[in-house]
T-cell receptor, first 119, second 112 residues
Framework: KAGVTQTPRYLIKTRGQQVTLSCSPI?????VSWYQQTPGQGLQFLFE???????NKGNFPGRFSGRQFSNSRSEMNVSTLELGDSALYLC??????????????????FGPGTRLTVL | DQQVKQNSPSLSVQEGRISILNCDYT??????FLWYKKYPAEGPTFLIS?????DKNEDGRFTVFLNKSAKHLSLHIVPSQPGDSAVYFC???????????FGQGTRLTINP
């Protein structure tokens, strides 16, 4: 079974630009979460999508947004880039059945990440 | 406010011996805990998890122990192998939330 894929792997942008990152989850996984990793803050949760709906959101400004498509693929967008947005952006997928019931599957499987550099 | 803490930034262990990585948490709502291993320039790799209804879970060389009263968990790797050298993150989540809260990581080095 193919793992989580993220594109592009590396990206260089300048301040003020916007960027879109893409994530394809493991086949059959309906939940996609995004994380930001920086040396100073570690791994921090951005948001989670399930069945095209954002279910959870972390403490990031509105410049960070995302969406999920009907095939569970997800995109993350950052507008008006700042130097501090330079980071490794990681996408993770999981089975995560609906909250109403079913076994809990919190094991999240990560992609290789997109390294974003803002100049 | 760091809800998940890994107080040891690094750990060095001899090959064949036991590696013990520790993690503390403060949020009583956390009920599911996971350990991930990460190599540079790669995403974290899931290792093992434990639900709060258990106090131990084993998978091959990896065992996770959970002490709910102390809000402490540990990962034991026996025997340690050179390929285990990586950064290890513990993570926690609360029921109904997919959000994982990560510790800062512990860099494990296995010496031959």
């Amino acid at each position: 079974k193919a793992g989580v894929t993220q594109t592009p792997r590396y990206l260089i942008k300048t301040r003020g630009q916007q960027v879109t990152l893409s994530c394809s989850p493991i086949s059959g996984h309906r939940s996609v979460s995004w994380y930001q990793q920086t040396p100073g803050q570690g791994l921090q949760f951005l948001f989670e999508y399930f069945s095209e709906t954002q279910r959870n959101k972390g403490n990031f400004p509105g410049r960070f947004s995302g969406r999920q498509f009907s095939n569970s693929r997800s995109e993350m967008n950052v507008s008006t880039l700042e130097l501090g947005d330079s980071a490794l952006y990681l996408c993770a997928s999981s089975l995560a059945r609906g909250l109403a019931g079913g076994p809990r599957h919190n094991e999240q499987f990560f992609g290789p990440g997109t390294r974003l550099t803002v100049l | 406010d760091q809800q998940v803490k890994q107080n040891s930034p690094s750990l060095s262990v001899q090959e064949g011996r036991i590696s013990i990585l520790n993690c503390d948490y403060t949020n009583s709502m956390f009920d599911y805990f996971l350990w991930y291993k990460k190599y540079p320039a790669e995403g974290p790799t899931f290792l093992i998890s434990i639900s709060s209804i258990k106090d131990k879970n084993e998978d091959g060389r990896f065992t996770v122990f959970l002490n709910k009263s102390a809000k402490h968990l540990s990962l034991h790797i026996v025997p340690s192998q050179p390929g285990d050298s990586a950064v290890y993150f513990c993570a926690a989540s609360a029921w109904g939330a997919q959000k994982l809260v990560f510790g800062q990581g512990t860099r494990l080095t296995i010496n031959p």
